[in-house]
């Protein structure tokens, strides 16, 4: 039973390494973190790096869904891939705490900080309105995973 569990901290620890090392979900969490500072994003059709001013109008434009709006510069194209990298991982996370190989209270200490900021939309980090742009891509896009971690851990993030 120990060595059950020893394992399972030591699985979560390693996803979270993971997934704190790449340089999209640092990129996601400075956008998460800040409202407005100077960002570079790496993306497709520019290897050496996309550095412009990021702030929350930027993100509420960038993670409008694709049929609000008649195109995306590339500063939001930047801003979209790197928030669909940073919940994919969090589509896995869910995927392995539905699976059973961990549970939810395991990953929480790493995550909490993360899903307060995008879960209580009056936590004071983030507008409401930057919240539920937040809400509504994930929604729209169908990151249900993302969706069922929120719950897990007592946050409905449904758009309204």
């Known amino acids: 039973m120990k060595a ?4 399972r901290a030591e699985f979560v620890a390693n996803s979270i390494n993971e997934f704190d ?3 999209e979900i640092q ?17 497709i059709g520019f290897p050496d790096g996309l550095e412009f001013e990021f702030d929350d109008d930027l993100l509420c434009k960038a993670l409008k869904p694709h049929t609000e709006i008649s195109g995306f510069s590339d500063n939001e194209v930047a801003v ?14 869910d995927h392995f705490i539905e699976s059973g190989l961990v549970n939810a209270i395991e990953f929480k200490p790493y995550l909490r900080y993360w899903l307060n900021l995008i ?6 980090r983030k507008r ?5 742009a937040i809400w509504k891509y994930i929604d729209y896009y169908g990151y249900t995973g993302v969706q069922k971690l929120f719950c897990r851990y007592g946050y409905d993030i449904h758009p309204n």
Request: proline letters at 2%; a positive charge.
């Open 4 to 7: 059950q569990k020893w394992k």
């Open 21 to 23: 090392s790449q340089e």
């Open 27 to 43: 990129n996601a969490k400075l956008m998460l973190d800040w409202n407005s500072r100077v960002i570079v994003l790496h993306c």
């Open 80 to 93: 979209r891939d790197t928030f669909d990298r940073f919940f994919d991982y969090l589509e896995k996370f």
């Open 119 to 124: 879960g209580n939309e009056n936590s004071g």
């Open 128 to 132: 409401p309105i930057v919240i539920k």
